[in-house]
C-alpha cells in the first residue's frame, strides 16, 4: 500500500512542480515513446544479458513481492516454533526412533502436516528435516552442526538476494542509458542545425528528456523497489535463522521450551509474539499424534 502511494506522490510531485512552474508537457509526451525506447528496452536488454533464467523469474516475482511484502506473518512465526517445539520435544522425550518417521517423509507427517504454510516452502521443511537427520547420526557436536547450517543459510541468502542486486544494477545503469538517449537527440539536433531556433530549442528539449528519465526511473523508482525487496529478503532470512537458533540450542541440551524462547528472540519485532502468546500457542501443540 505505502509503496503505491509513494509511487503517486513520486510521479505527483516531480510533474506537479514542472508544471505549476509554467512547464509543457507536450514536449515530454512526444519524445516519450522513443526515449523509453532507447532507455528502457536497454536496461532490460542488459538485464537480461546479466543475469540467469532462475534469477530473470526471481526477479519478476520479486517486483509483486515489493508491494505484498514480506511472506511470514506473525501467525506463520508462532507455527514455526510450534513445530520446532513439537520435534524437539518427540526427539528429547521419545528418541530419535520415534522422529525419524516425521523427518523421512514430512509430507506424510502427523506433526508437520499441521503446519500447511510452512509445508509450501521447500528450503525451510529440507532445513529442518536435513539438520535432525544430522543429529540422528550422532552428529551432536553444536558446533559442527551450527557451522553446517551457516553455510546452507549463506547460500540461500545469497541466492535469493540475486533478485534485488539485479534489480539495483538495472537502476545503476539507468543514469548512464539516459545519457546515451540524450547524446542520440543531440546527434540528431546537430543533423538539423539550419533549422530555426524554435525548432533547434524543441529538438534539444527532446534530447534532455532521456537523461531525465534515465535519472528519474533510476533513484525514483527502481532503486526504491529494490532497496524494498533487499529489506524483504533480509527479513524473511530470519525465519530460517529461527531454525538454526532453536536446533542449535536443542543440542546444547536446553529443555524444548527453552530452546523455543532463544529461537523467539531473533523474530522481527514487528511479528515477534509475546513470551505469553507463545505459551498459549504451545499449550494447544500435540507432541506426537
Known amino acids: 500500500m505505502f509503496q503505491i502511494i509513494g509511487i503517486v506522490m513520486l510521479f505527483g510531485m516531480v510533474f506537479g512542480s514542472y508544471l505549476l512552474h509554467g512547464g509543457k508537457m507536450d514536449v515530454i509526451m512526444y519524445t516519450l515513446p522513443y526515449e523509453m525506447m532507447a532507455i528502457l528496452g536497454a536496461a532490460v536488454a542488459a538485464f537480461l544479458i546479466s543475469n540467469s533464467l532462475p534469477n530473470i523469474k526471481g526477479t519478476l516475482g520479486g517486483l509483486g513481492k515489493a508491494f505484498a511484502g514480506p511472506k511470514w506473518k506473525k501467525t506463520d512465526y508462532k507455527d514455526l516454533l510450534s513445530l520446532l517445539f513439537a520435534l524437539t520435544k518427540t526427539m528429547k522425550s521419545k528418541g530419535v526412533i520415534a522422529l525419524e518417521s516425521h523427518i523421512e517423509k514430512p509430507a506424510e507427517s502427523t506433526i508437520f502436516q ?112 529494490a532497496a524494498r525487496l533487499q529489506a524483504i529478503v533480509d527479513e524473511e532470512a530470519a525465519f530460517y535463522k529461527i531454525i538454526q537458533s532453536v536446533l542449535i540450542a536443542h543440542l546444547h541440551g536446553n529443555a524444548a521450551q527453552i530452546s523455543v524462547e532463544i529461537g523467539r528472540g531473533d523474530i522481527p519485532s514487528t511479528a515477534q509474539p509475546s513470551f505469553a502468546e507463545m505459551e498459549e500457542h504451545l499449550s494447544a501443540t500435540p507432541v506426537d499424534a
Request: some cysteine; aromatic content about 6%.
Open 114 to 225: 499441521k503446519y500447511p504454510r510452512i509445508m509450501k516452502d521447500h528450503f525451510a521443511i529440507d532445513f529442518i528435516c536435513d539438520t535432525l537427520r544430522m543429529m540422528t547420526m550422532n552428529l551432536e557436536d553444536p558446533h559442527q552442526v551450527e557451522d553446517a547450517m551457516e553455510k546452507q543459510l549463506e547460500k540461500h541468502h545469497h541466492e535469493a538476494a540475486g533478485p534485488p542486486h539485479a534489480l539495483q544494477a538495472m537502476a545503476d545503469a539507468l543514469p548512464a542509458l539516459g545519457i546515451v538517449a540524450a547524446v542520440l537527440g543531440v546527434i540528431k539536433t546537430m543533423g538539423s542545425i539550419t533549422e530555426p531556433p524554435e525548432v533547434l530549442g524543441g529538438m534539444i528539449g527532446g534530447a534532455l528528456v532521456g537523461t531525465f528519465l534515465g535519472v528519474f526511473m533510476a533513484y525514483g523508482l527502481i532503486g526504491p523497489l
